[in-house]
């Protein structure tokens, strides 16, 4: 018999793809049902102030209209929506209510809902709708805290909600003693992911079966599930969630909404199934948003340009509400200042504040995107006033291998130890400088050609994956002899159903086409923990291994009671059990026995991929236009299961940090109303404003903490974005010394720095650091 090739590490097509592109897909608003009713949501559209009246009465007389419900409808207590990541009691009094019903909190709350014949009925009924709201001052900044005329929470006496603090080794006397100190104010604007699918749900309940049926779940089903049958008060085996396909997550949707309770209670209260189908406005409006993060960053350095300590306070303008994942960024944010460096001491404190914006969560490389701009671009500050080169400087403080694992700083409360597992970080930063040229191209820094300035910029990262703490997978030998896997993972557009087919099919020892992989419904295995933090590879790929070992084991022993010998006499190979007396027997012999095997994967440490981007860009000082003129991406995700898909994921991943680095940007004016609605305003990158982009995976370092050896990747790209862009711009614009230190990097934002540099040269002069 012919050896079989494996097929991980193969760059094998997505198996999703043929049914989607041609149309196959099947997303919550292709769904219908029988008597299928549509609901639409009546939204505040005052940011802070409260409730006097909500009027509904004209609405409910409308023809076609079935009902309007307010939160009094609801019952009492009216159901919030839980923390779902790292809980804290002391988050619980900025949970958010499915329906505002004493006041609202930014523009967007929902208020009522209702439900129509159509769509078109539904909306109308929401102009009919009538609510009395009295206006109170809006805080929309991380100046907020400081308010105290205009609290969102007056019980809590303060819109500094929730602090974490962050250390590792100890700061005392670190910065008076230091050769070289510098502080910074920086700044990452509020943006989001902007999926090409808006949220959907629909629902149905069964009334003689007593059991609820929610279509349009995505990332963490089973977790929504505990959510949804505890707001409804049922048991969770009378809910099913189901998947269906996802037009992208981010890490913005999926997770639980108020949507996600009042479309499955108004099934339940009219027996009838029921959708709503988020717009895009409403997308942009009440969508988990991210980012928005202030930070008073400190360095100190010895003469040779060794990192001794970094001291953060941050901001972190999480909006009106604590959602399901908003703790998230916040805790990132401060534990990834360091990054893949080297820094002995550090501290970190972070005052989460709330506002009236909308509730912010996680979005693709949740707070580290932020962190990497506040230290990359001190980094370059810090060299250029040190006289070190740039990418010496990182040289000097990259982990090294001999220092692995090396631990993350502690966050208080609710500390999860963590450690960059494995890792080459100054090979990759040497493989990433040698793709981009990077000694030949230095000769173009800050020069003037053709009327634009040419600048380069190099930065690190690192990126978390594979968050716990188990995941499942049951597997199945069907009658014809394939094998069925069942799996706790879902599909956010990642590949999945790809790459643990691949998996499993090794395991099984099997073709891919003798594999099937279901994902989607939490009917398919006891417990799952969904797609977020770039876990799916590594958590539910190890899980199919563990479920795949035992599922031989008892092939092996029916197959040893079909040839009548002992199991020790037998061995697996390529889906039979093979005797070493002669004969054997196929998977298809032993189909009828029902043989199946659900494993449980756990684990508590974290993976980490890293690597090194490089960018080249040119910048037209007449327009503020920035033109990336060459990008390189080198990225270690340990052992790589399917390349194909994990480069698309990266560059996928790039092109969205691009987005957000120069043109995303949510814009609220001083009473809280958002100025960027549409998509019109709230600008992303189109297909004609993709640059050339390089990006590299290689299998250097596999994870060390997991049989499989994959590393979460998917954010990785993201991640190091902002930091290198306003990097390279500034080495471009060297000559007009610009304080390059806010995000969003747009064309007007450029070019309006430009103009104040050339008119006012020394108003940006002073960086406040100093030699001692």
């Given at each position: ?8 590490g ?26 299928l ?18 009027d ?14 307010k ?73 907020a805290?400081?308010?105290e ?55 149905e ?23 949804l ?15 269906g ?128 701009f ?36 502690a966050?208080?409360?609710?500390p ?16 990433c ?6 000694e ?6 800050g ?19 594979a968050?716990g ?47 099937r ?103 037209d ?62 600008l ?53 010394d ?35």
């Open positions: 018999m012919s050896e079989r090739k494996p097929l991980v193969r760059p094998i097509e997505r198996i999703e793809d043929l049914r989607l592109l041609r149309g196959k897909g099947r997303f919550v608003d292709d769904l219908e049902r029988d008597g009713l549509h609901a639409a949501i009546f939204r505040s559209s005052v940011a802070h102030g409260t409730i006097r009246k909500i509904v009465d004209e609405a409910k007389a409308l023809k076609g209209v079935h009902a309007v419900l939160a009094s409808d609801l019952g009492l207590p009216v159901p919030f929506v839980p923390v779902r990541l790292f809980p804290n009691p002391a988050m619980e009094k900025f949970w958010q209510p499915v329906l505002a019903y004493d006041k609202v909190r930014f523009v967007g709350e929902p208020l009522a809902i209702v439900i129509a014949e159509s769509p078109a009925i539904a909306e109308d009924a929401l102009e009919l709708i009538y609510a009395e709201i009295d206006a109170l001052p809006a805080v929309s900044s991380v100046q805290e400081r308010n005329d205009s609290m969102l929470f007056e019980d809590h006496g303060s819109n500094r909600a929730f602090e974490y603090r962050i250390k590792r080794g100890d700061l005392d006397g670190v910065f008076e003693a230091a050769h070289y100190t510098r502080s910074e104010r920086l700044y990452v604007h509020r943006h989001t992911g902007i999926t090409m699918e808006t949220r959907g749900v629909l629902s309940w069964d009334d003689r079966e007593q059991k609820l049926t929610s279509w349009g779940a995505s990332k963490v089903p089973f977790a929504n599930r505990k959510i049958a505890m707001l409804m008060q049922l048991p969770e085996t009378s809910v099913e969630m189901i998947e396909d996802a037009g992208g997550s981010f890490g913005v949707r999926g997770e639980f909404f108020p949507e996600d309770f009042l479309v499955p209670f108004a099934a339940r209260l009219l027996n009838r199934p029921v959708k709503w189908i988020e717009d895009r406005r409403e997308h942009l409006l009440a969508i988990t948003h991210a980012r928005d993060v202030a930070c008073d960053l400190d360095i100190a350095c010895d003469k040779d340009g060794h990192v001794l300590g970094l001291r953060a306070t941050l901001y972190s303008n999480v909006g009106a509400y604590f959602r399901t994942s908003t703790p998230i960024s916040p805790r990132n944010v401060g534990q990834f200042i360091p990054g893949p460096y080297r820094v002995p001491n550090y501290t970190g404190t972070v005052a989460v504040i709330v506002s009236n914006k909308s509730p912010s969560g996680t979005y693709r490389g949740p707070g580290r995107f932020e962190a990497d506040f230290r990359e671009r001190m980094f370059d500050l810090a060299a250029a006033d040190l006289g070190i080169d740039k990418v010496e400087f990182r040289r000097r403080n990259l982990v090294t291998e001999d220092q692995f694992p090396y631990a993350l700083p966050i208080e409360p609710d999860v130890l963590t450690e960059l597992d494995s890792g080459a970080y100054e090979r990759v930063l040497d493989l400088l040698k793709k981009v040229d990077w030949q191209k230095q000769t173009l820094q020069a003037l050609i053709d009327g634009r300035y040419h600048g380069l910029a190099v930065g690190c990262f690192v990126e978390g994956g968050a703490p188990r995941e499942n997978a049951k597997l199945v030998l069907e009658k014809d002899g394939s094998v069925s896997v069942y799996v706790g993972s879902s599909a956010v557009g990642q590949g999945v159903q790809t790459i643990l087919m691949q998996i499993a099919a090794d395991a099984m020892d099997l073709d891919m086409e003798n594999v992989v279901f994902h989607g419904s939490t009917t398919y295995v006891k417990e799952g923990w969904g797609s977020y933090h770039s876990r799916s590879t590594v958590m539910g790929g190890n899980a199919i291994l563990l479920a795949a070992a035992e599922l031989k084991q008892q092939i092996l022993s029916a197959g040893a009671e079909i040839l009548q010998c002992q199991i020790n006499d037998v061995r697996y190979e390529r889906g039979a059990v093979v005797s070493v007396h002669g004969g054997s027997v196929q998977l298809a012999s032993l189909g009828e026995r029902k043989l199946s095997y659900e494993a449980t994967f756990s684990n508590s440490k974290h993976t980490y991929t890293y690597g090194s981007h490089a960018a080249h860009v040119t910048v000082a007449e327009t503020g236009h920035v033109d990336i003129v060459d990008y390189v991406a080198i990225e270690d995700a340990g052992r790589i299961i399917n390349p194909l898909t994990l480069h698309g994921q990266a560059v996928g991943s790039i092109v969205q940090g691009l987005g957000g680095t120069f043109l995303e940007n949510f814009v609220y004016d001083e009473n809280g109303q958002m100025l960027s609605g549409s998509l019109a305003d709230y992303v990158p189109l297909a004609t404003d993709y640059p050339n982009i390089r990006s590299t995976s290689i299998e250097l370092r596999p994870s060390p903490n997991h049989p499989l050896g994959a590393k979460g990747a998917g954010e990785g790209g993201t991640i190091p974005v902002g930091g290198l862009m306003a990097n390279a711009i500034a080495a471009a614009l060297v000559d007009f610009l304080k390059l230190t806010e995000l969003p990097l747009s064309p007007d934002r450029i070019w309006r720095m430009i103009q104040e540099a050339t008119t006012m040269p020394d108003a940006v002069a002073g960086s406040g650091s100093f030699l001692r």
